[in-house]
């Protein structure tokens, strides 16, 4: 696993320990879900969109020439935009293999697993899904 | 003596020391259970009744010689009956227990369908309907060739009527509404649209799941021919429904699921089918459940149906109110003639964002479409916020809920 | 590590202390009930599971934003994961939900036959299986313009499998038939029969709902396409069944009742449906009952599902040993290949009446043709005295079953 | 009601009340099953049979010239034809009028109702409600 992604995960669980209740943290989430930028309407396609029955999650990714991927994402829930900024923030840049290989463990150690559980259905469990998918079309795509 | 009104005298703290789940928390706060029209929470009658079959009565029943297997069939068929009375329906044999609203309604499109529908038939439905009214009959109607029309609602999803003549005419064969909408609370106008059934000479069906807990049923009353509702939603155990219908139609419906019980005499050359309701009843039924649904009744019986509608009849003025004085909330619907179901927006705030925020403060809503999706793209709003009532909540709970949500508004704009 | 095997040391008088009816009385005596293949008794983790549910977890599941609802959602797929390795399936989405065997069936019969059978194809039963996998069949043919033809059975009732060639051909669309029979225990020779099947290219449904209590059953080894039981049959909850189907045929088949939960978009002109198992579980399902069945494959698993066939072969062969040494008694069915389940009759007496004589001192069997018309047609016995013995059962209740059978026949003769 | 209905119907419920336990209460049953006269072959037709699930009950009325009702019965099993002679003595040659005002308290009386229950299913149940229909028909032809 790549070193980067595994500070930025202990970065972030770093960051929510500091808080002492659930609102502290919804608040941060909140915030962090302002401050992503939007995606560009333009992409805001059906064919970006994971759809869960609860909210929507748009994701974009495109691959530099160093071989890393880097994604952009937007939700219509504040919320659920702002746990999407958390997962870009980690895989943003990296390489698709070490994509693959990550456990995303920052999620239930800051206590919000409950919001990628598939029954959830606000379109993040997708989302990490749908990053892992384009990793591994990255994969197959270099190798030929 | 009235089945519906030997109740006691109303007790709020007695009642929900009768609701275990009253005393619960959820995220490190008081549990404010406004989730009523998803499930209700169930009475201690209900556990017990339970209980009480799976340690001392549990026996597969009919056909049974044995002292169990009769004690179980007795209990199993006292329920039917107490359900009869408690809707006022002729005979025991016209109630047909079922896995649910879901299940009792595909039923009668099945079976019903299979006899009646004709290419060139119409059914019709109304723009609010809850997903399991709807799907079924497009099931239907695609295997008949029927169509289906749609009564539709003015921009506050409130039924409009001017049409009904039109809509209603000698080409409808089935008429299938709900009695309350499980997304806005609205109490239908369906006496109107019964008796334009009627005078079509439309079969009717009433989609109660809604209405059952929340007020008194009289089928004969309403005159329709069909209807369907849950027993998880009316204090009673999960997987079991109910399906009234009239004994001259089920009669003439050719059952709908195959299986023991539902026969007289099975040859491979040639089956006949046993009597109403087994006909409708293959298979070994929920014996636990049915018979918990009895408790649940006597619970509502004792409590008083007169009594959880004036009761709930508090709830809903008072969270009208509150609901009312919050700044940027969008209310849908019927305000006076409703249960205490409420389904709103707050302008630009996502209802997920609003649900997770009250969830961490002990609020149990539910968010998203409520299985009405129809309506909710007439309305162009792509979900709501619901927070549901039922007769055990308290007004200070609504204050607590008024104080949540008032907090995720600060977080949120 | 082995699901099935990480069983405590077998302890009959504690296991017995965990089933609250087996120190139940019936008219005065101490019960013996020897009624299992009607339906099994209940394990206190059973009870202790629903308890909990009602009292703290009930909410209605998926779609939930809320604390209870996830919570209650995560229990209900943590029991299907349980279910999919009980039976080694190759994934959860393989395990419906249904309210019983007959409704499995049912849902085969009805949206596999709408994908698969045309007018000429054939459909292979067998001369023992119960009506609820017969009839659904039926209707099933009479809706496509299939036949059905039947496996025979010599004069105890074994399967005559001679001519299985010219039974199963290129013509046979689904092979359906039971894994043990619930009129006389025997194990059927199921895997020749799917052999035979396979090799046809035909599809297979077995019935093992006599089957899931007494021995393990992995899906993936039989190669079945479907595997159909009811929980109340192991220990578990009433009006709860379970459907195992290959994902291919699954996602072949069209929905078999439309509403919640089974949809993915709901428009009056086009609604899509909903993955597996989603799409096979319209409405709100049995979520009690699906927990709880979890807590019963939890004692099973902690009995050990090898240690359970054991102690039910000691008690089969007792059982055998005894019901020989009774003057006139005749058994039907195979004698060594069967799970403790004893079909007999006994020269000239009708059934009813010793059933009734056995109730009275306190032993509960079932009398009459156990939903298996055609097989006692085809013996030319109208009925049986049907003994099923369980896991819990003693040899002391075997004698008192053989005291009190043999004073019924003194006061009959 | 008539009284000799009533008289025997008091007459059973002493002749059980001498046996203290279950068993001799259905050696008396039985022994009455076995002493009740057959049905003529010959009347053991489909018309005249009533089928429970577990056993068969098959009923023969006539009318007397006196413009009473006379009945035959017979059961395949032992227990159930044993029942049904007991009913048959309540109302053989009974008016059709008194038979229908019965109210056949002596089974609960002697702790026999569960065999009356219409989920018991073996054909007695059906035969009382044979019988009432009998007398109604009488009693309908006679007013004619
Ligand atoms: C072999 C067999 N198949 C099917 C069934 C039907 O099961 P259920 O009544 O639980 O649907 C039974 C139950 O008696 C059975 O023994
Ligand atoms: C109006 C209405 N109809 C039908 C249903 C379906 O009921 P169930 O899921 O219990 O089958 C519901 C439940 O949400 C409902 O509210």
């Known amino acids: 696993m790549s070193s980067t992604i595994e500070i930025r995960q202990q970065e972030i669980i770093s960051e929510f320990e500091m808080f002492s209740d659930w609102m502290q943290k919804y608040e941060y989430i909140i915030e962090l879900g302002k401050e992503l930028p939007l995606i560009a309407t333009a992409l805001k396609t059906d064919e970006l ?82 990053i892992k998918n384009y990793a591994l079309a990255y994969q197959l795509k270099q190798k030929q | ?177 709900q009695h309350v909408s499980n997304a806005l609370g609205t109490i239908q106008p369906i006496e109107q649209v019964i008796a334009a059934a009627r005078a079509a000479g439309a079969h009717v069906l009433i989609d109660g799941a809604q209405a059952i807990g929340h007020f008194r049923v009289d089928v004969q009353a309403l005159d329709c021919d069909f209807y369907a509702f849950s027993a998880h939603k009316m204090y009673g155990p999960t997987g079991l429904g109910v399906l009234y219908g009239k004994r001259s139609l089920l009669d003439a419906m050719p059952p709908y699921k195959g299986g023991g019980e539902m026969i007289k005499t ?64 969008e209310l849908f619907g019927d305000v006076d003639n409703k249960v205490p179901i409420f389904s709103f927006v707050l302008d630009g705030i996502h209802p997920y964002d609003i649900g997770t925020l009250l969830d961490k403060q002990g609020v149990a809503v539910r968010t998203g479409h409520h299985c009405t999706e129809p309506l909710w793209s007439r309305l162009k709003v792509p979900g709501t916020v619901r927070a549901s009532l039922a007769l055990y909540n308290t007004e200070q709970e609504i204050d607590l809920f008024a104080n949540a949500l008032r907090k995720a508004l600060t977080m949120l704009r």
């Open chain 1, 49 to 130: 969109l994971i759809k869960g029955c609860q909210s929507k999650v748009w994701l974009h990714a495109s691959d530099a020439s160093d071989g890393c991927l880097h994604f952009t994402a937007d939700s219509d829930a504040i919320i659920t935009k702002g746990l999407v900024a958390l997962v870009v923030r980690v895989f943003d840049g990296e390489k698709p293999e070490d994509i693959l290989q990550t456990d995303l463990h920052f999620v239930k150690a800051i206590g919000l697993h409950e919001h990628l559980s598939p029954t959830r259905s606000n379109g993040l469990a997708g989302m990490i899904q749908q």
């Open chain 2, 266 to 329: 099975v040859t491979f050359e040639k089956t006949t089918y046993n009597e109403l309701p087994h006909k409708f009843e293959a298979g070994t039924p929920d014996i636990a459940g049915v018979i918990a649904l009895h408790a649940s009744l006597n619970f509502m019986q004792q409590t008083g149906i007169e009594a959880i509608s004036t009761q709930e009849e508090v709830l809903r003025k008072k969270m009208q109110t509150t609901l009312q004085s919050i700044d940027g909330v």
């Open chain 2, 1 to 177: 003596m009235d089945i519906h009104s030997i109740a006691e005298p109303f007790d709020l703290q007695k009642l929900r020391r009768q609701i275990p789940l009253m005393s619960s928390h959820a995220n490190g706060h008081p549990l404010v259970y406004f989730d009523n029209a998803a499930t209700t929470q169930k009475p201690l009658e209900l556990l017990e009744s339970l209980n009480n079959y799976y340690q001392f009565h549990n026996a597969n029943i009919h056909r049974g010689a044995h002292y169990l297997a009769n004690l179980a069939t007795e209990q199993f068929e006292d329920s039917r009956v107490a359900m009869a009375k408690w809707l006022n329906a002729s005979e025991a044999a016209e109630i047909i227990f079922t896995s649910g609203t879901t299940e009792s309604i595909n039923l009668v499109a099945f079976s019903w369908g299979q006899q009646y529908l004709k290419p060139g038939d119409e059914i019709v439905l109304s723009t609010t309907e809850h997903h399991s009214n709807i799907v079924p009959w497009q099931m239907a109607a695609e295997r008949s060739g029927a169509a289906i029309r749609v009564i539709p609602v003015d921009d506050n999803g409130i039924w409009d009527l001017t049409n009904l003549q039109t809509l209603i005419t000698a080409k409808t064969k089935m008429v299938a509404v």
